[in-house]
C-alpha cells in the first residue's frame, strides 16, 4: 500500500491508496481498497489514460510542427512518455506549449504583418457560415471583442483545423451511437420475431393463425426501425458531403493565398481534410446497405407470417 500510494504512475490509483492509508478506520479501508477499490480506480485510469492519449494524437495531428513547433513536440513527447506524461499534457502542457508558440509568432511578426482584411472577413464568414458547429466557435473566438492579431494568427495556425477535426469526430461518434443505438433494438426485435416465428410454424388449429398474426406483427416491427436509421445514414452522406465541398473550396482559396504565410498552414491541411470528408461520405453508403438488407428480412418474414 505504501508503494502504491507513494510511487505508483498512476496519480488516481496514488491518490485513492493515501486516502486509505490515512482513513479513520485504516484496516476495514485497506482491505476494502483493495478487494474492489483498487480495481476501479485502476480502470477509470486506464479510462483517461486512453482519453489523454486520443487527445493527443489529434493535437499531433493537427498541429504540424511547421506551424506549431512546441505544441507538436509536446503532444510527441507526451504520447511517448506514457499516462503521466499525457496526463500532464492534457492538463497544463498543451496550453504552455501553445502560449511558447504564440509568443514566438508574435516575436517573429510576420504572420500578423501579412494579415489584411480580406482574411479577417473570411474568418467571419466562417463563423456565419462553416457547416462545423467547432469552426464557427473557433472563428468567433478569433474575432472577439477585444482578439487581436495574434487570435486571427492562431486561428490560421492550428485552431482552424483543429476544431474542424473535431467537428468531424464529433459527427462520426454520433452517427456511429445513433446507429448502435438502433441495430441493438432491432437485433432484439429481430430474434422476437424469429422466435414468434417458429412458435407459429409449430402451432395448431386457431392457435397457429394467431401465432401467424402474432410473428407477422413482430417482423412489422422490425421493419419499422428502418426508417429512421436510414434517415440517421442519409443526414450522415448529406453532412458529409456538405463538409467535403466546404473543404475543397476552402482548399481552393487557400492555393489562390499561397504567398500568404497565414493561409500556408490552412493549404497543408484542407484537401486532407476534403479528402477524409469525402471518404466518410461514401462509408456511409455501408450501413445503409445493412438497413436495406434488414428491411427486406422484415418484409420477406412478415408476408412469410400473413395468416
Same mark, same amino acid.
Given at each position: 500500500m505504501n508503494y502504491l500510494a507513494h510511487y505508483d504512475p498512476r496519480s488516481l490509483v496514488r491518490t485513492a491508496a493515501w486516502n486509505a492509508l490515512t482513513s479513520?478506520?485504516?484496516?476495514?479501508?485497506?482491505?476494502? =481498497?483493495?478487494?474492489?477499490?483498487?480495481?476501479?480506480?485502476?480502470?477509470?485510469?486506464? %479510462?483517461?489514460?486512453? +482519453?489523454?492519449?486520443? =487527445?493527443?494524437? +489529434?493535437?499531433?495531428?493537427?498541429?504540424?510542427?511547421?506551424?506549431a513547433p512546441e505544441v507538436h513536440a509536446a503532444a510527441q513527447n507526451a504520447l511517448n512518455g506514457g499516462a503521466a506524461a499525457l496526463a500532464v499534457f492534457a492538463r497544463t502542457g498543451y496550453a504552455e506549449a501553445m502560449q511558447r508558440d504564440r509568443t514566438t509568432r508574435e516575436e517573429?511578426?510576420?504572420?500578423?504583418?501579412?494579415?489584411?482584411?480580406?482574411? +479577417?472577413? =473570411?474568418?467571419?464568414?466562417?463563423?456565419?457560415?462553416?457547416?462545423?458547429?467547432?469552426? +464557427?466557435?473557433?472563428?468567433?473566438?478569433?474575432?472577439?471583442?477585444?482578439?487581436? *492579431?495574434a487570435d486571427v494568427v492562431? =486561428?490560421?495556425?492550428?485552431?482552424?483545423?483543429?476544431?474542424?477535426?473535431?467537428? /468531424?469526430?464529433?459527427?462520426?461518434? %454520433?452517427?456511429?451511437?445513433? *446507429? /448502435? /443505438?438502433?441495430?441493438?433494438?432491432?437485433t432484439r426485435l429481430r430474434d422476437e420475431a424469429?422466435?414468434?416465428?417458429?412458435?407459429?410454424?409449430?402451432?395448431?388449429?386457431?392457435?397457429?393463425?394467431?401465432?401467424?398474426?402474432?410473428?407477422?406483427?413482430?417482423?412489422?416491427?422490425?421493419?419499422? %426501425?428502418?426508417?429512421?436509421?436510414?434517415?440517421?445514414w442519409d443526414v450522415a452522406e448529406q453532412t458529409a458531403a456538405a463538409q467535403a465541398a466546404n473543404w475543397q473550396q476552402i482548399a481552393q482559396a487557400a492555393a489562390d493565398e499561397i504567398d500568404n504565410p497565414n493561409w500556408q498552414a490552412v493549404a497543408d491541411r484542407a484537401q486532407a481534410t476534403a479528402s477524409q470528408w469525402a471518404t466518410i461520405r461514401d462509408n456511409a453508403v455501408h450501413p445503409t446497405t445493412f438497413w436495406v438488407d434488414l428491411y427486406q428480412v422484415a418484409l420477406t418474414g412478415e408476408q412469410k407470417m400473413q395468416p
Open positions: 479513520s478506520n485504516v484496516d476495514a479501508t485497506v482491505a476494502r =481498497f483493495l478487494n474492489s477499490g483498487l480495481a476501479y480506480v485502476v480502470e477509470r485510469s486506464e %479510462q483517461l489514460a486512453a +482519453r489523454n492519449a486520443d =487527445f493527443a494524437r +489529434r493535437i499531433l495531428a493537427t498541429h504540424t510542427a511547421t506551424y517573429a511578426g510576420a504572420q500578423a504583418a501579412a494579415l489584411v482584411q480580406a482574411d +479577417r472577413d =473570411f474568418v467571419a464568414r466562417l463563423r456565419d457560415n462553416d457547416p462545423g458547429a467547432q469552426v +464557427r466557435a473557433a472563428a468567433g473566438y478569433a474575432l472577439r471583442a477585444g482578439a487581436t *492579431d492562431e =486561428f490560421f495556425a492550428y485552431d482552424w483545423t483543429a476544431a474542424a477535426s473535431l467537428d /468531424m469526430q464529433t459527427q462520426q461518434l %454520433q452517427w456511429a451511437n445513433t *446507429d /448502435m /443505438m438502433w441495430r441493438a433494438t432491432a424469429k422466435a414468434a416465428e417458429i412458435a407459429a410454424e409449430a402451432a395448431v388449429g386457431e392457435a397457429r393463425v394467431q401465432a401467424r398474426t402474432a410473428a407477422a406483427r413482430a417482423w412489422h416491427l422490425v421493419g419499422e %426501425q428502418v426508417a429512421p436509421a436510414l434517415t440517421t
